[in-house]
């Protein structure tokens, strides 16, 4: 496996940095999507593995995350995410090659944004723990609404625990100690992620493409439920693994869950091919 990091400057002028794991004379591409506060150099022991199987796979820090460019966690319009993974899209596709979109938490919510669109789609997609819908306190939401209205770029701690991302301890420190890590984001930048998560919920029956969702059985941070609202859809497989937490390609057992993920892709690919 070789991989380069390149920069791609965005329709608005953000500076967004791209990685690619190449495969040798690749069948097929994968789209990483990344969720939030993190970076796509924590998913290199999944391009590890997609690259093996003779897929490449491409990645880029969604803007204000990472190496990228922007304002950190913080969007006015949940528009731009959709609109970087359109142009995201466009570059993948130059290859003709099949593309596989994998989006996870809040990539998954930001994949299903642009796919419901049905512009220049991916040939599947991959989700997991796709941020469908949140368990809130009472009374949080409307909070802050008003937060974001009078002080938009107040910045609200994500109050993420290591071990709701994964049961294994030194995920979670190596997620604290990541310097690219950044665990504020700006109220309005929350209340976009809602909206978000409400509108895709109503256009699920626009959801055409393969679609293969996964999702940990003790995830506190996109409930496990969430994500069922998929499973309306005949073109949509889901697998649940029980005990596992957010991050299932970083528990003790991720060597399944990435494997049953590249079959997914590899077997999509096929399908196109």
């Known amino acids: 496996m070789t991989s380069t990091t390149t920069t791609h400057v965005t329709r608005d002028g953000v500076s967004l940095v791209v990685r690619t794991w190449e495969a040798n004379n690749p069948q097929g591409v994968v789209l990483l999507v990344h969720g939030i506060s993190e970076h ?4 290199n022991h999944v391009a590890a593995a997609i690259t093996a199987a ?14 990228s460019g922007g304002p950190r966690i913080d969007v006015e319009d949940f528009g731009s995410f959709v609109g970087d993974v359109g142009e995201m ?26 796919v419901v669109e049905g512009n220049n789609l991916p040939d599947a997609l991959i989700l997991s723990a796709p941020a469908l819908g949140a368990k809130l306190p009472p009374g949080l939401e409307t909070v802050g609404r008003l937060i974001a209205k009078v002080a938009p770029k107040f910045r609200l701690p994500t109050s993420v625990k290591g071990s709701q991302l994964s049961s294994d301890p030194a995920v979670g ?25 409400k509108a895709v919920r109503l256009r699920i029956n626009d959801l055409d493409i393969p679609t293969y969702v996964f999702h940990g059985g003790d995830d506190t941070l996109v409930p496990t439920e969430v994500s069922e609202i998929l499973e309306s859809r005949p073109n949509v497989r889901r697998v649940v693994y029980p005990g596992m937490a957010h991050e299932t390609h970083n528990e003790v057992d991720k060597d399944r869950v990435i494997a049953d993920l590249v079959a997914a892709a590899k077997q999509f690919v096929s399908d196109v091919s």
Request: charged fraction near 15%.
């Open 40 to 43: 796509t150099s924590r998913y």
């Open 54 to 67: 003779g897929l490449s796979m491409v990645g880029f820090d969604l803007r204000g995350h990472g190496e």
């Open 89 to 114: 899209m466009a570059l993948v596709r130059t290859r003709q090659i099949p593309v596989v979109m994998y989006g996870h938490s809040l990539g998954g919510l930001i994949s299903l944004s642009y």
């Open 173 to 197: 420190e190596a997620y604290f100690a990541d310097p690219l890590v950044v665990t504020k984001s700006t109220a309005r930048m929350g209340v976009a992620v809602l909206d978000a998560m």
